[in-house]
């Protein structure tokens, strides 16, 4: 069956799928997108995405591509013309095509693009398995809390990583904090069973899936705490996770040399992927 993506307007062959090489997303990185995951035919958390996806546009003054209404629409066609029940979707913006020239032009187009590919349903037994990670410096940008496609510092940190055998890098600032994964948000849970994640500023992503996870926490009545840790901290942390939307929750099991807890995957985290499965299955 052929695979349909979506540009500036067309459904075509994702074979055949294009912009223009004078697009400012491929000269300048001058672009942000979003990664939706999509369970038994349900966008996850959509709103919250699209919600994300008008900030960085408006963080960045590019023009919105459509109404939100035809966005869903639009979603909602590539999912059903490539017949996805279960896995990904991206979109990304771009300000749009124009001659190389550095400052933001004043009448452009945005470039909009979907694209979609098909994943195994949420797993728990799959997901449930530990990762390791290692910590690298964090060495991006200042605004990191927009979603732009200026995502080299993370496919550095990520193919050292996969080098290294590990399967994501956890990425440590100039304090010796760990600020996130390269594509996922960074969590501990302390000796004491208190959850920690990095608070909400321009150093780290907001994630969705942390969002989430931080409702569903306060739900549960579990103790939580948004602030800075260290990388040591982490390493003597009694359990560790990354979450994001393609990989959920991962329980970390391994942090460099030093093996977390007892070195599988803990309590504390598993009932979290298990609540946030639940999530999932509610969605609507
Ligand atoms: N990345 N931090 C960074 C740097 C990310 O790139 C991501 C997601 C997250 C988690 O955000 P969310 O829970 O909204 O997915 C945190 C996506 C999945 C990607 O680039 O593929």
Redesign the pocket.
Known sequence: MARISYVNGQYVDHRNASVHIEDRGFQFADSV?E?FAVQNSCLIDGDA?LD?LDRSLNELSITQPMSRAALKLVIREVLRRNHITYGALYLQVTRGQADRDFPFPSDITPTLVLTVKRLKPFDYNAVSQGIKVISIDDIRWKR?DI?TVS?LA?AMGKTQAKQAGAYEAWQVDGEGCIT??????AWIVTQDGLLVTRSLSTD???????KTLLAIAEKENLKFEERSFTLAEAKSAREAFS?????FIRPIIQIDDAKIGDGKPGPFCLNVLKLYGQYMENCS
């Open positions: 997108y990664v995405h994300r990191c979603k995502l993370g996130e994964g390269t594509s996922s948000n780290i992503l907001g994630g969705i899936t942390r979450s994001s939307s393609t990989v």
